[in-house]
């Protein structure tokens, strides 16, 4: 949480911008074997059924457009694949680009 807090106290110093930070909350679809068809909301880990009886479980994704100065392309690349993130194309934006 420190580095969270260092980065809304630079904003708020360097840009003037006022952040508002939360914990994320995801919701995610879960099947059953019952009914494999028919999903139930979890949004709490601690409200999944027993493993044995989950046929699947769907998770949340995003398709996102990054934008970013060409110095940081390599560690922005690093990170979405490091969180499971597939790239699907790259554009610059300028001739510079490297």
Do not use: W
């Not at 009914?35 to 479980?57: A, M």
């Not at 499971?84 to 001739?95: A, D, V, W």
């Amino acid at each position: 949480m420190l580095h969270m807090e260092i980065i809304q106290e630079r904003l708020e110093r360097e840009f003037d911008m006022t952040v508002i930070t939360t914990v994320p909350n995801v919701s995610y679809f879960a099947y059953t074997n019952k009914n494999p068809e028919e999903p139930f909301i979890v949004n709490n880990p601690s409200d999944l059924l027993d493993p044995t009886t989950i046929n699947r479980v769907e998770e949340p994704f995003i398709k996102a457009t990054i934008i970013t100065k060409a110095d940081f392309v390599g560690n922005v690349m690093s990170l979405c694949i490091e969180k499971r993130g597939m790239i699907t194309n790259q554009t610059y934006l300028t001739p510079r680009a490297c």
